[in-house]
């Protein structure tokens, strides 16, 4: 399954742009240029952190950041030990979660089961949502080698799960998605090899 290929967005929106500027920077080179170098555990742990830690701040949520070291070991382990996998599931469920907002640390009954949906935000989660979602996630085979094609299978699966086409604040909520996607997979996967790679070539 495969939510690129599943109408991510054959319909059209009337609220929504068809592109915004940060769609038109995709086709710089340093967005266009192969990763050379793997993420390490490491630096996943570091960048994910950080990442997780920001949306918290930002979204004041201060009693979820004891919570951030297992989330992470949680996420890790689900996604065995492929990092770059992982990085765009932090990335997506970062935003759609507003900084894990509503997660509780024990399951509930009216816990939900799974995040892949515009609605989740409105439902307490815990970690038996969060490994229901990978699981899903997973099974979509994912595959990118560059920023631009992660940038473009993180904003598909936004228009499949996240977006809701509401006349106020639609299109705002959709570019602010993107620049944030842009932003993690910089902070991703931008590396100074890459940076000198593209200088001296």
């Avoid at 769609?23 to 080179?29: A, K, P, R, V």
């Avoid at 920001?54 to 070291?69: M, S």
């Avoid at 598909?156 to 977006?163: D, K, L, M, P």
């Avoid at 959709?174 to 890459?194: A, M, P, Q, R």
């Amino acid at each position: 399954y495969n939510p690129i290929e599943d109408g991510s967005r054959t319909q059209k929106y009337k609220h929504i742009k068809e592109s915004h500027v940060t769609d038109l920077t995709m086709n710089s080179t340093i967005c266009l240029t192969n990763f050379t170098h793997s993420l390490t555990k490491e630096s996943f742990l570091s960048k994910s952190k950080e990442i997780l830690i920001f949306q918290i701040e930002l979204r004041k949520h201060h009693d979820k950041i004891k919570h951030v070291d297992h989330i992470l070991n949680l996420i890790i382990s689900n996604f065995e030990n492929d990092y770059k996998a992982a990085s765009l599931f932090v990335i997506y469920i970062t935003f759609a979660t507003k900084g894990f907002k509503n997660y509780v640390s024990r399951h509930k009954n009216d816990c939900i089961q799974y995040l892949l949906s515009s609605s989740a935000i409105r439902f307490i989660f815990s970690d038996v949502s969060l490994v229901n979602t990978i699981n899903i996630w997973k099974r979509f085979n994912l595959e990118f080698h560059n920023i631009k094609t992660g940038y473009e299978i993180l904003v598909s699966i936004g228009f499949r799960f996240c977006f809701v086409d509401e006349p106020k604040n639609a299109d705002r909520f959709v570019f602010s998605y993107k620049k944030y996607v842009k932003h993690c997979l910089k902070k991703f996967f931008w590396t100074e090899d890459i940076l000198r790679d593209i200088i001296t070539s």
